[in-house]
């Protein structure tokens, strides 16, 4: 089961009626996050998820909007009793702005110098400086590609592992295997006494994958990467009469959101980032959908799952 939770919907500066930039996507019972705007995690408390169960953290960029909720989570994390490693994955800088932003609230997670007045995190951080690298967890892995956005930039691609077929017990018994050890082994894709899962197992289902694009104007990696994918959350700062805007500051608009999910064939476009400058936000779906008419606007605290036709609204 994956679901997505949009816990930050605007861009630039907050609103009454959006936070900063913030998604949480939940595979199974672990939960990464993409961007980190500031008040991820109060957004979090006020949601079904829980921040304890976050196993990665992935920035897109170095913008404060995307990156300022960092700090105050971790340490909440710690306070909260956490002990597990949290993975932090961002473009090449990452490192030294974690440690900068720690810093600035006397944290660190370095071993301490007995001079140095900050104390360490209580939990491991393993902060990793991806380009088009990927980060495997327990059932779902996560990939970067390049962006352009006029700073170092990259978007993400989460994607399951592929889930095995159907396992038939009636055929396993009559093949002599047992219950119990026997039958698991098949099930994890091992051979067993000369019988394969192959014999046993049902055709497999490859995995889903959701695409994150973080701030960016239309790019070529960004469209292969969502080539195939399930579903696109992109970016939608601009309408289309703002094309020009757009560009100056290396976003997208709503049309080009819709133009590489038609390309891709995604089951679905989420639309987020946007604007306050619109007083009809709605604006942005209705164009859009005459593009790709499967075109949501999220807004906050929005949670949606992952079906095989597309996503539903929970």
Known sequence: MTDILFLGTG???????RSLPCVAVRCGSEIVL???????????MASPMSFMKISGIFITHFHGDHLLGLPGLLQTMGMSGRKKEVVIGGPKGITESVKHLLAACERTYTEKDPTDPTKELEFPLRVIEMDRDTVKFEGYKV?????EHGVTSIGFKLTESDRPGKFDKEKAIALGLTEGKEFSLIQEGKTVRGISPGQILGPGEPGRSVVYSGDTGPCEELAKATKGAHVLIHESTYAEGETELARNYMH???IDAAKIASEAGVKALLLTHMSNRYDDIDMLRREAI?????????HDMDMFQLTKSGIRLI
């Open 252 to 254: 997208s608009t709503c």
């Open 11 to 17: 861009a630039g500066i907050p609103s009454r009626s």
């Open 290 to 298: 005459q593009v790709f008419e499967n075109t949501i606007l999220a």
């Open 34 to 44: 993409f961007d980190c705007g500031e008040g991820a995690q109060r957004q979090m």
């Open 143 to 147: 990939e970067s590609f390049r962006t």
